[in-house]
């Protein structure tokens, strides 16, 4: 029986296959990948969690789970052997965003104050911003970039001291450089407050050894599947093991009902390739690449946020040396001779978010396909004839 629904399909599949994919938060999935997340598992209820799971034991509300439970447990152990950690990590969010939500709920009450970076500054949309539940439920205050772009561990410092929030976040959505995690994690500690990582966008660079890892410092580690690590759209919480049943529960029944057990079918297999030397050998290309792609745009004379990059993301930013543009501009621009990317707010940003003064690029998607460092510096070269042209 034929259906639009798979016309719609097939023209995004070609729209994948056509398009230069720059945009930092999205990558392509292995056939493996596809399949688990296509499989019969989406029939199956599970609200609950396996009966081993956590010592309040709550188990699963349904029948039949016995297969999920096993499921379960090994894509949990493999998430632990991906990041050499022993912290306890709950594999159900749908989302980064819900894995938030629930690390929230999970350790403060609606009203408590969290210190973040703000979404105009890198941050992400669960970090505060004023449309998001984030915003609407807690009382975030932020801690500042420097003029360059870096975060300020200065600024950072002395608003823990001066507003004692309950919880520290770190992490972005839109930060091209090391995060000092051991930094962050002292002055949480020295105002008795909770650290939290969303680690969403650089997780396969922690997975490989490409980012310091949050682990052993962090209460709690937040991330997507997806992006680096290049898996199943998808969330993670990690916490130290005497908060495990306060994210349990904060995840279910506190913010989600049943998992989604095919996506957590996508998880373990995410996981598993995640531990191979090749995706190793990948994230260290994906670097490489971003690299030399930030440095060609640099050579050609654009302004790079921070001057550069040592992830798999850079911006740029358009306000000193290409005024008449906004972001949006240049992302239509670009979309029209298929090269996808997506505008983006800069520090002290001036523009709405709609229009942004800039774009943020990433490789991650594209040396999955197969770039290298020649390709990356070609690509540069493409995009500067377009801005040219506008």
């Not at 596809?34 to 019969?40: D, R």
């Not at 913010?255 to 995640?274: D, F, R, S, Y």
Request: charged share 20%; proline share 3%; aromatic share 8%.
């Amino acid at each position: 029986m034929s259906s639009r629904v798979f016309d719609y399909i097939a023209a995004e599949q070609r729209r994948q296959q056509e398009n230069i994919e720059l945009i930092a938060s999205e990558n392509f999935v292995s056939e493996n990948v596809m399949k688990a997340v296509g499989s019969c598992l989406t029939n199956k209820y599970a609200e609950g969690y396996p009966t081993e799971r956590t010592s309040g034991n709550r188990g699963r509300y349904y029948g039949g789970c016995e297969v999920v439970n096993e499921l379960e447990e090994y894509c949990c152990d493999k998430w632990r052997e991906v990041f050499s950690t022993d912290y306890h990590v709950n594999v159900q969010p749908h989302s980064g965003s819900s894995a938030n939500q629930a690390a929230y709920f999970s350790v403060l009450k609606p009203g408590d104050t969290i210190l973040s970076m703000d979404l105009s500054n890198g941050g992400h949309l669960t970090h505060g911003s004023a449309v998001n539940f984030s915003g609407k439920i807690f009382n975030f205050v932020f801690y500042n970039v420097t003029d360059r772009g870096f975060i300020d561990y200065d600024d950072l410092r002395t608003k823990a001291q001066t507003y004692r929030p309950q919880l520290i976040l770190a992490g972005a959505s839109a930060y091209s450089r090391i995060i000092d995690f051991a930094a962050v994690g002292g002055i949480a500690k020295s105002v008795n407050a909770y650290f939290m990582v969303d680690m969403a966008h650089i997780a396969g660079l922690v997975a490989a050894g490409a980012h310091p890892s949050p682990f052993g410092i962090a209460d709690i580690v937040t991330t997507t599947t997806h992006k680096t690590l290049r898996g199943t759209r998808g969330g993670l919480i990690f916490c130290r093991k005497e908060l495990a049943n306060k994210i349990d529960a904060g995840v279910f029944p506190c913010c989600q009902g049943g998992p989604l057990e095919h996506i957590i079918a996508g998880k373990a297999v995410t996981a598993e390739e995640a531990c191979s030397p090749e995706f190793h050998a990948y994230i260290r290309q994906v670097v490489k690449n971003t690299k030399a792609m930030c440095d060609e745009f640099i050579r050609l004379g654009y302004e790079i946020v921070t001057g550069g990059t040592d992830n798999h993301l850079f911006l740029i930013d358009f306000t000193r040396t290409h005024p008449h543009l906004s972001g949006k501009d240049v992302q239509d621009a670009l979309d029209r001779v298929h090269i996808t990317l997506n505008k983006n707010c800069v520090p002290n940003e001036t523009r709405s978010p709609k229009q942004t003064s800039g774009v943020r690029i990433g490789c991650a998607a594209m040396t999955t396909r197969g770039w290298k460092e020649v390709d990356a510096v070609a690509c540069a070269k493409i995009i500067d004839e377009i801005i040219r042209s506008l």
